[in-house]
Nanobody, 124 residues
């Protein structure tokens, strides 16, 4: 059974940084693309970033481009989201997700498995 467990969320002041981590288990991690999404209260789940099976391709949403970076370590079965220059509008629950193939994925329906989420709160 696939499990995804996020960590690294918390409360940070505007302009600060956080690094989210997602630990995966249950199937061969290096075979699948991964993604990060976020959901703020009262809003739909929003795509943040995606990375291909070997990290050779990545894509970052325009709303966070230049501030967020996605990476992965297949030896550790982990995917990361480095978040810098955080803004209050980045406040949300952040979810890690695993694709059904090795490529990038941009919408929630392209993902098979989801973590439970980690809260990120950015104060002004």
């Amino acid at each position: 059974q696939v499990q995804l467990v996020e960590s690294g969320g918390g409360l940070v002041q505007a302009g600060g940084s956080l690094r989210l981590s997602c630990a995966a288990s249950g199937r061969t991690f290096s075979s699948y693309g991964m993604g990060w999404f976020r959901q703020a209260p009262g809003k739909e789940r929003e795509f943040v970033a995606t990375i291909s099976w070997n990290g050779g391709a990545t894509y970052i949403a325009d709303s966070v481009k230049g501030r967020f970076t996605i990476s992965r370590d297949n030896a550790k079965n982990r995917v990361y989201l480095e978040m810098n220059s955080l803004k209050p509008e980045d406040t949300a629950v952040y979810y890690c997700a695993q694709r059904r193939n090795s490529a990038l994925g941009f919408g929630p329906t392209e993902y098979d498995y989801w973590g439970q989420g980690t809260q990120v709160t950015v104060s002004s």
